[in-house]
């Protein structure tokens, strides 16, 4: 049989075991992991909850979009890139936002537009994917109005003094996806100013206009929208409802997505989201990460400290996504020293072309497996050890395409070998180290064997590892 017809049968086989793989993701709202059937498989829609844009994201803020960027390349794996709807919002119209202007003496919108552009540029350096659509909360405005106009007359939100509020005894349901009993939910109390609500779990659809603060008309009084009902209008008129999966971290299960759900089902009569997943916490020193307590560090600080974006991602998908994460620096040291040894790899074989491999089955299956990151690690790993000791040609081609597939479906091993492991040092010491390789390799040519291996001596004391192949030799930095 040709190399061709043989090709042929694995892309078949390829695709085969793609149609059947079952993907398979923990709900939150059932309290179990589900196999996932979209209400459409050729437009599978999906909506995580963006940052609020008035300060730089700290590395916990990093969790949702980096576990969510994953999935965004699996559903597109499984699905096809153009079949996958992927919306995370901006909100650009908040408490914090609108006190962070009224010091600087700016409007919103200086605030709001520096922090996304810094915030597009962080997601970027970790490797995160341009979702599909980033609706801003100010842009829907007009859609908030209509959502609550029609809970005002279907009875479920009222009008006071201080704005309109969501009854929270009109929904029976209230509470299904936290768990939390009646007497547990006090979803208001997080805001002051809100006396004459009703009931202390009655939460703000429309706050009434004050002093110094951004102000919309609408039909029940000038003012500005919640935060809950931001989402809620966003997926209605960017996606509509009911969704396939809405996520965010687990700090918004309630009472933000816990709220969505009672507004958007209320005035819709169906539900919003068919799946609803939430990452776990990221912490620091086993404390939640906040910047209320100050205990953080931002994506920005972790770059600039010279930290690679793929070590910072890795160390994000180094735990399951339901669980806690302690960050330090020892995750990170642990997460250069993996992709260390994936660039190895590549490195070995830069000179091989890849074969258009797919991820091997017992990859997908990891992922599938309610992104499962630490066994798609592991499973990772074996295919580096199967690159390394590959010999033949086909071999190598093989191996490097199967690694180079899987690793793009957790976003790592995307940039050039070298550039990777150059990237530890400055331009000037990496260009004193190509000096010396190039010193090394002149006196190889010469048999100078001496001069060669002080040469090497010296770079392994610079912690270079030099190494030697048929096309020339190359470096990296020794882990």
């Not at 892309?11 to 939150?28: K, Q, S, W």
């Not at 919640?226 to 966003?234: D, F, L, R, T």
């Not at 017992?362 to 199967?386: G, H, I, K, Q, Y």
């Not at 530890?424 to 180290?433: D, E, M, N, T, Y």
């Amino acid at each position: 049989m040709s190399n061709t017809a043989e090709r042929r049968l694995d892309y078949v086989a390829i695709r085969r075991y793609e149609a059947r793989m079952e993907l398979r993701l923990t709900n939150t709202l059932t309290r179990r992991k589900e196999p996932f059937v979209p209400a459409d498989p050729k437009r599978v829609t999906m909506y995580v909850c963006g940052p609020t844009v008035y300060a730089h994201a700290h590395i916990g803020n990093a969790r949702p979009p980096v576990v969510f960027d994953v999935l965004f390349r699996l559903l597109r794996h499984k699905y096809g890139a153009d079949a996958v709807i992927y919306a995370r919002n901006y909100t650009d119209i908040e408490d914090k936002i609108i006190a962070a202007a009224n010091v600087a003496g700016v409007p919103i919108e200086a605030i709001t537009r520096k922090f996304e552009a810094i915030y597009e540029e962080d997601m970027g350096a970790l490797g995160v994917l341009e979702p599909t659509l980033k609706p801003r909360a100010t842009e829907h405005v007009a859609d908030m109005i209509a959502i609550i106009e029609a809970l005002i007359a279907k009875g479920a939100a009222y009008r006071v003094a201080s704005g309109v509020y969501f009854s929270v005894a009109a929904d029976a349901d209230y509470g299904k996806l936290s768990g939390r009993a009646q007497d547990e939910l006090q979803a208001g109390a997080r805001v002051d100013g809100e006396d004459d609500k009703r009931h202390p779990s009655d939460f703000a659809l429309w706050k009434a206009a004050q002093p110094n603060e951004p102000a919309w008309d609408a039909p029940f009084g000038r003012g500005r929208p919640g935060w809950h009902i931001e989402c809620s209008a966003m997926i209605e008129k960017e996606m509509g409802s009911p969704i396939d999966i809405h996520g965010g971290g687990i700090d918004l299960i309630f009472p933000h997505h816990e709220n969505e759900i009672a507004q958007s089902e209320t005035a819709h009569g169906h539900g919003l989201a068919r799946v609803w997943m939430h990452n776990g916490f990221l912490t620091m020193d086993r404390e939640k990460m906040s910047k209320s307590i100050g205990n953080i560090i931002t994506p920005r600080e972790l770059l600039d400290q010279g930290w690679q974006g793929e070590a910072i991602r890795w160390a994000l998908l180094s735990a399951h996504y339901r669980a806690p994460l302690d960050w330090s620096e020892d995750l990170l040291k642990q997460a250069q020293a993996s992709l260390d040894r994936l660039y190895g790899a590549a490195l070995r074989l830069k000179d091989v072309e890849a074969s258009t491999a797919e991820p091997p089955a017992a990859f997908l299956d990891a992922l599938a497996d309610d992104l499962n990151t630490p066994a798609a690690v592991a499973e990772l790993s074996a295919l580096v050890t199967a690159a390394n000791n590959a010999k033949k040609p086909a071999e190598q081609a093989k191996a490097k395409g199967e690694l180079l597939a899987a690793a793009r479906l957790l976003g790592v091993l995307q940039n050039d070998p070298q550039a990777w492991f150059r990237a530890s040092f400055s331009p000037q010491v990496a260009a004193a180290i190509d000096a010396l390789v190039d010193e090394r390799v002149a006196a190889r040519a010469a048999k100078n064997w001496a001069e060669a291996d002080r040469i090497r001596d010296a770079l392994a004391e610079k912690g270079v590892e030099v190494m030697d192949g048929p096309r020339g030799s190359t470096w990296r930095r020794k882990g």
